[in-house]
Structure formats: structure tokens, C-alpha cells
């Protein structure tokens, strides 16, 4: 794995917690980017710089932690966990473009509608005493300011633990979209990360808390010389198209006259080729005579 990579007004999504946290004095967001209020939201597509969400507070501080109960106890999101071998813990990465919704419609030329979205993370794969770990992540789009945003949450342990990804349980969770539940590929666990989306996981983020969400998934820890969790192949059970380029009329034209040429061209080949050979044989079968000399 490579390093680095809704709830809003008072929505709440997870399965495992409502949050309603205050901001992490340890501040490991970044970078440093001009910041909004539910009030005064953006006028471009930025990601997490609402300081005053009624849901999760300071969006900066939107990577957090927790335990999973085995009894349906909802343990809430944290900045600092520590971690024991034989639970498991979900990661929560939320995202919220902060463009206010005015700017998703044609007048103004969907302005505040980000683009090439993807969510990256990274885990410390052991976690031990006195050195601690982490969990990063981080969002990217080619159309914000700045175009990507990042954050950290920290662990700590009695032993050494080692961290598992839990496989396949890598989803989208943003209410009642099409995406809600969409499972997510491990290339999440990329520099590069992989595509969220509202209606596809095609990256298209409108701005608006409606449109927020979050990403989660699930590690197993273990200790000192305990086998690891079977390492089986991962299956996403979702019907969702991931990272699938959109197709347009356009490009169903240029593909209908790609095709046609191959045909075309292959039939032209054929009846050259054939009319060439017929030739042959008839200059085989008429030999030239030669005229005898007088």
C-alpha cells in the first residue's frame, strides 16, 4: 500500500454512531485553505472547510475511528483510539463539497460541481508501544481549490497490534443516493484512490450538504504471532459501476464508425485478396506460346 493517499445539518448515516464531535486540538489536516460557515458556504468546489457543521463540526478534522461492538453498542468516531488484538474498528473518512447549491445548475455553468473525485487511505500496519500509529486520508478532485485535502486520526497500543483490512468492506454511505452502500475497491488503498460519486462512482460530487457522505471500512487487529485473517479474494456485492468512464452520443458515433471501418476494410481485404488469386489462376491456366522462327 501506498502512503497518502454528509453528515451535515444534522443528518446522521452510520451504522455504528451519530457524531457530533468537536475538532481535534491536535490538527493534523491540511493544507491550510480559505474556510466557510453553513451560512457563508463556498462559491467554488472545495472539499471539508466548513468549520461550524451541525453534524460533525470542524470538516477538517473528518478521518476518525471506532471500536466495533459485538453487542449492537454504537461506539462514537474518535481522533485517538487505542487499539487491542481480537476487535475490529471502522474507519470513517467523510466528505462534503461546500459549494453552495446555487452554483450546480446551467446559469451558472455547474460551476460548483467537482469533478474526478476519489478518496485515499493509508493504515499503519502494526501499531506499537510508545511509537503509536494511523489512519490517513484523503480527497482529491481536479476541479477544487485547493485539489485535495487531507487528515489524520491516531492510534495507540499496550503491544504490538497488527492491522488488517477487513476485505470487501470498503462502502459509500450518503443517505438515500443511488451510491448509498456501493462497495469500494481496494485500489481506495492507493495514492491514486478510487472514484465516489452521488449517482455513479464516476466523481461527479454536486456542492451541498445533501450531497455529502462518508466512506468507510473495517480492520482487524491482531497480536504478536496470531495468524492473520484469511486473505481471500475481495468481492464487491454491488451493482454500481466503479470508475467506468460515462458514454456519451458522441463517443457511441465515433465508436459505430471505428467499427464500421474494421468491418468495412476486413471485406475490401477479402475481395482484393480473392480477386488477386482468380487472376493467378488464369495466368496459369493461358500459358504464352511462343511463335516458332520462320
Known amino acids: ?84 488484538p481480537g476487535k475490529s474498528y471502522e474507519v470513517w473518512i467523510f466528505y462534503h463539497n461546500n459549494a453552495s447549491a446555487t452554483f450546480n445548475d446551467e446559469t451558472h455553468d455547474y460551476s460548483g460541481v467537482a469533478r474526478s473525485v476519489r478518496v485515499s487511505s493509508w493504515f499503519s500496519p502494526v501499531v506499537k508501544p510508545g511509537e503509536g500509529g494511523e489512519v490517513d486520508g484523503k480527497i482529491t478532485a481536479s476541479n477544487t481549490n485547493p485539489e485535495k485535502v487531507w487528515d489524520e486520526a491516531y492510534l495507540t497500543s499496550d503491544e504490538n497490534v497488527y492491522l488488517h483490512y477487513h476485505l470487501a468492506s470498503a462502502k459509500v454511505l450518503n443517505d438515500n443516493w443511488p451510491t448509498n452502500g456501493a ?59 466503479s470508475e467506468m468512464p460515462e458514454t456519451g452520443p458522441a463517443e457511441i458515433i465515433i465508436a459505430s464508425v471505428i467499427v464500421a471501418a474494421i468491418i468495412g476494410g476486413g471485406f475490401y481485404w477479402y475481395k482484393t485478396h480473392n480477386a488477386v488469386k482468380n487472376t493467378k489462376r488464369k495466368v496459369t491456366k493461358k500459358k504464352p506460346v511462343a511463335k516458332k522462327r520462320k
Open 1 to 84: 500500500m501506498n502512503k497518502k493517499y454528509k453528515i451535515a445539518g444534522g443528518i446522521a448515516i452510520s451504522t455504528l454512531a451519530v457524531i457530533a464531535l468537536p475538532a481535534s486540538s491536535a490538527m493534523a489536516w491540511g493544507p491550510e485553505r480559505k474556510l466557510f460557515t453553513n451560512n457563508e458556504p463556498a462559491t467554488y468546489p472545495v472539499f471539508n472547510s466548513i468549520t461550524d457543521n451541525a453534524g460533525v463540526g470542524d470538516e477538517r478534522d473528518f478521518v476518525r475511528i471506532a471500536e466495533i461492538s459485538t453487542d449492537g453498542h454504537k461506539n462514537t468516531y474518535v481522533n485517538n483510539l487505542k487499539v487491542e
Open 183 to 241: 462497495g469500494l475497491a481496494t485500489s481506495l488503498f492507493t495514492d491514486k484512490g478510487t472514484f465516489i460519486g452521488i449517482d455513479k462512482l464516476n466523481g461527479v460530487i454536486p456542492g451541498c450538504a445533501e450531497y455529502s457522505g462518508m466512506v468507510v471500512y473495517t480492520l482487524d487487529a491482531t497480536g504478536e504471532g496470531e495468524p492473520a485473517p484469511p486473505d481471500t479474494e475481495e468481492v464487491v456485492t454491488t451493482s454500481t459501476p
